[in-house]
């Protein structure tokens, strides 16, 4: 267990954030050869930060593309499009040439909901604006103009506190489970309950049903806590985040239940606490995004039900989205407690 707990962290652990999903759109008429939108999108392309999923030129003016790019933030396909003007090129040679003139302007459209993924952004931008002008230049007539759809305002502890409070449910109703289970096991409670006639699913469901609920309470809690001393942001409908919680709990729950029938002691069962925890912790995007995890271990990301519930949460507490928008996530996590729940009553069933 310490070589996996150390081994995800140090691959993770501050990890450059990457392949980070934009759009360009590229309106400047300057010829190709001469145009410094151009140039400074090559630049970008060299770069593994951004991952430009399309440019679109002059001849898509007709397309109006900056609509469409920002339809795409919206609906969060894309984290930002990049916006060139028609007369970028030139604003920047009238005042690189006399110093006077208006700068020429990168407009950035971006998903705030993650301040580290616009920070990296922007900071690509200059980076390849100063590789494109050269260290010998003086006056930089470049300026970026960001636009935010998303998290106006937003601070890093508006990021954090979803994460958080899936990660305090899982906390609570995963390591309680899996320890009250073994010991109920050993002391042979669990043994004298399944000589009732009491089915195994409804003794998963009442379980299921306690911690879901402990796990709400503690939601709770973080919320207003939250909302009372640091002013955190929510935008959307809190019942829905507390929903989310709930089905995350009892999800954790089983999955708790379905590990201490593995274990023969509490021993062994609280090694089954950090094999589960570590993974969740760093792989699911509560401290960073899941853009700054290394690209070997990213799918594994896909695997691990917190990050299905704290997408879900930022989503509704920053972006405003309702159950209509956030259904993938949640649906994932309908069938992530499903699983687990099921497969609860089926060691119950074996047992008995």
Not at 210 to 236: M, P
Not at 256 to 267: R, T, V, Y
Not at 322 to 345: D, K, R, T
Request: glycine letters at 8%.
């Amino acid at each position: 267990m310490p070589l996996i707990m150390i081994t995800i962290f140090g691959y993770t652990f501050g990890g450059d954030v990457k392949n980070i999903d934009v759009c360009v759109v590229n309106l400047d008429q300057a010829p190709a050869n001469q145009s410094m939108a151009g140039a400074i999108i090559s630049e970008l392309g060299t770069r593994d930060t951004l991952d430009i999923v399309r440019v679109y030129s002059p001849s898509d003016a007709y397309l109006d593309p900056v609509a469409i790019g920002r339809e795409k933030v919206e609906d969060a396909d894309i984290w930002a499009i990049i916006f060139f003007n028609e007369t970028f090129t030139q604003d920047a040679a009238a005042i690189a040439g006399d110093g006077t003139g208006q700068s020429a302007l990168v407009r950035l459209i971006a998903d705030g909901t993650n301040p580290n993924i616009v920070q990296a952004i922007s900071n690509d931008i200059l980076t390849a604006i100063r590789a494109v002008l050269g260290t010998s230049a003086f006056v930089v007539p470049i300026s970026i103009s960001t636009d935010l759809v998303y998290g106006e305002g937003a601070r890093f502890i508006d990021f954090f506190a979803p994460g958080v409070m899936g990660l305090a449910a899982m906390m609570v109703t995963f390591m309680l489970s899996i320890i009250s289970f073994i010991h109920e096991r050993t002391t042979s409670t669990l043994d004298r309950l399944l000589t009732t006639p009491v089915t195994e699913g409804e003794i998963v469901a009442g379980y299921a049903l306690a911690f879901g609920l402990v796990g709400l309470v503690q939601s709770i809690v973080i919320i207003l806590t939250a909302v009372a001393l640091f002013e955190i942001q929510i935008v959307g409908n809190p019942f829905t985040v507390l929903l989310i919680i709930f089905v995350f709990g009892a999800g954790n729950q089983g999955m708790g239940f379905l590990l201490s029938s593995l274990a023969k002691n509490e021993f062994q069962a609280i090694q089954f606490i950090p094999l589960i925890l570590f993974p969740s912790l760093l792989l699911s995007g509560v401290f960073w995004p899941i853009e700054a995890v290394p690209a070997f271990l990213r799918p594994v990301s896909y695997f691990v039900p917190l990050t299905y519930a704290v997408e879900g949460m930022r989503s509704i507490m920053i972006r405003g989205w309702g159950m209509g928008s956030i259904w993938p996530e949640f649906a994932v996590l309908v069938i992530f407690a499903g699983i687990m729940l099921l497969l609860s009553a089926y060691s119950l069933r074996k047992r008995r």
